[in-house]
């Protein structure tokens, strides 16, 4: 079973350059087009929240330090 994640995006940094949403190997994100930051930009946020392993490739091509990635532990499995 693959390890799950979840990111946190700051909307005081995202610019909504969809770095992020572009590289994501699971399809996991998006720009949330119903909202909009402090600053004008409609921020990256979770599309399907299940599907993220955390990767953590969205934090490192995010070129305004604005994702943070979190794993959840995993739990072992008794025989």
Same mark, same amino acid.
């Given at each position: 079973? $693959?390890? =799950? *994640?979840?990111? !946190?995006?700051? !909307? +005081?940094?995202? =610019?909504?350059?969809? +770095?992020?949403?572009?590289?994501?190997? #699971?399809?996991? +994100?998006?720009?949330?087009?119903? @909202? +909009?930051?402090? =600053? *004008?930009? #409609?921020?990256?946020?979770?599309?399907? $929240? *299940?599907?993220?392993t955390g990767c953590q490739i969205c934090a490192v091509v995010c070129p305004?330090?604005?994702?943070?990635?979190? @794993?959840?532990? @995993?739990? =072992?499995?008794?025989?």
């Amino acid at each position: 079973m $693959p390890a =799950k *994640g979840y990111i !946190e995006v700051n !909307e +005081l940094y995202c =610019k909504a350059c969809e +770095l992020c949403v572009a590289d994501c190997p #699971h399809d996991v +994100l998006a720009l949330d087009m119903t @909202r +909009l930051t402090p =600053k *004008g930009y #409609h921020p990256a946020y979770m599309v399907d $929240p *299940g599907a993220c392993t955390g990767c953590q490739i969205c934090a490192v091509v995010c070129p305004d330090a604005a994702i943070t990635v979190y @794993r959840y532990a @995993r739990q =072992k499995v008794e025989a």
